[in-house]
């Protein structure tokens, strides 16, 4: 069983940078693939970014493509989320997820993720 816990969400005006967290315990964190997710309340979850084990394929969300950065290190089973020119719409529950995967393989769905944090709040003011 893999927990993660993230943290580093906030509140923060349009433009400005967060940098979220997501510490792992419990597992073979190299094993996993990691992605971040985000929901807003009344609306339905969506894929924000994911990374291959060793962090070497990573792939964004259109909405986030260019302002977030997804990385990872290993040796601190730790996977991040650099948040830049955040926007009132990035406003959410962020949660990571980890998937246990081989070789560089990614997912973009939910439902293909094995374990999940419980969230940390990200608002934006306008």
């Known amino acids: 069983q893999v927990q993660l816990v993230e943290s580093g969400g906030g509140l923060v005006q349009a433009g400005g940078s967060l940098r979220l967290s997501c510490a792992a315990s419990?597992?073979?964190?190299?094993?996993?693939?990691m992605g971040w997710f985000r929901q807003a309340p009344g609306k339905e979850r969506e894929f924000v970014a994911a990374?291959?084990?060793?962090?070497?394929?990573?792939y964004y969300a259109d909405s986030v493509k260019g302002r977030f950065t997804i990385s990872r290190d290993n040796a601190k089973k730790t996977v991040y989320l650099q948040m830049n020119s955040l926007k009132p719409e990035d406003t959410a529950a962020y949660y990571c997820?980890?998937?246990?995967?081989?070789?560089?393989?990614?997912?973009?769905?939910?439902?293909?993720?094995?374990?999940w944090g419980q969230g940390t709040q990200v608002t934006v003011s306008s």
């Open positions: 990374i291959s084990r060793s962090g070497g394929n990573k």
């Open positions: 997820a980890a998937r246990f995967s081989s070789w560089a393989v990614i997912s973009t769905f939910g439902h293909e993720y094995d374990y």
């Open positions: 419990g597992g073979t964190f190299s094993s996993y693939a």
